[in-house]
């Protein structure tokens, strides 16, 4: 079986205006720079959806979707919080956003595809059941997470973020269920504040959540620790049925919005460990969703890695 990938022209319609660092160009520069790559070609190409309003209800609050759709179309240059931007199209760029990973997960299901990721905007892990923030209006991991468990019926469901922000609206979403196992890796203390060692789930959920807060000028090594000591044991303990990564490319060296100094042959590395993992306990089915990464040069690179890995193309230079 193959690697699906999912890219519709519609992410780019999502307006956030001159100087935002969630930007259009971010797809564009990474589309052409996976067009020129020899295996792009072998690649599944599975059309991009939108969420139902039953699928997107399952983690936002039905108040907070209405206020975001009638924000948007009132023509509003944000939503809730001054780092979300919005543009009237930008409501059904969400949808089609959070819809987008459930289609590549349901071919995964049905035995046609093997892993897949979705070139998508905006982003979904600071999304919050009632808020947007962070560059984002709904929770894409988060919605495919629930979709998994309520319309294939799966029990396990594991979501590993490695952008380099927190993922603080996915970890407040699943943090008293133990049926969603959340691993965070992410510069801290920064943006936005949570992801503490000592953040692990509340209530039934206590030991759900593992999150890996790392120091200014951490690099390849201390992930590879953070893997090989905490992420991994944890990983194979839980024994997920279904692979979930929060793929954020921000903490390259190169990337403006923090001061992580992870290679961008790391991402490769990240990616074979996850393939293991979805091989040992979740038959290898793995779907993987762009939440940050603002660098317009790496960010393109580290996701030809990154699918490069996924689709079993061969080694990847350092």
Known sequence: MTTGFSYDARFLDHDTGPGHPENPQRLTSTQQHLLHQPWFGELAQVPARAALPEQVERIHH???????????????????????????????????AAGTPLALADEIIAG????????????????????????CLFNNVAILARHLQKHHGLEKVLILDWDVHHGNGTQHTFEDDPSVLYVSTHQYPFYPGTGAWYED?????????????????SGNHDYEQAFMDHILPRINA???????????????????????????????????????SADQHAGGRIVSVLEGGYNLQRLPECVAVHLQSLGGFGATPP
């Open 201 to 217: 789930g509340v209530g039934r959920g206590k030991g759900a959540t593992l999150n890996c807060p790392m120091a200014a000028g």
């Open 112 to 135: 046609r595809l093997r892993n897949g990721f979705a070139l998508l905007r905006p982003p979904g892990h600071h999304a919050e059941k009632d808020m947007a923030l962070g560059f």
């Open 238 to 276: 839980f024994r997920p049925q279904f692979v979930i990564l929060s793929a954020g490319f921000d903490a390259h060296r190169d990337d403006p919005m923090a001061q992580i100094e992870l290679s961008t042959a790391f991402y490769g590395w990240m990616t074979e460990r996850m393939l293991e």
């Open 62 to 96: 039905r108040a907070y979707i209405e206020r975001a759709q009638e924000t948007c179309a009132a023509g509003s240059p944000m939503l809730d919080s001054m780092d979300v931007s919005v543009s009237p199209e930008s409501f059904d760029v969400a949808l089609l």
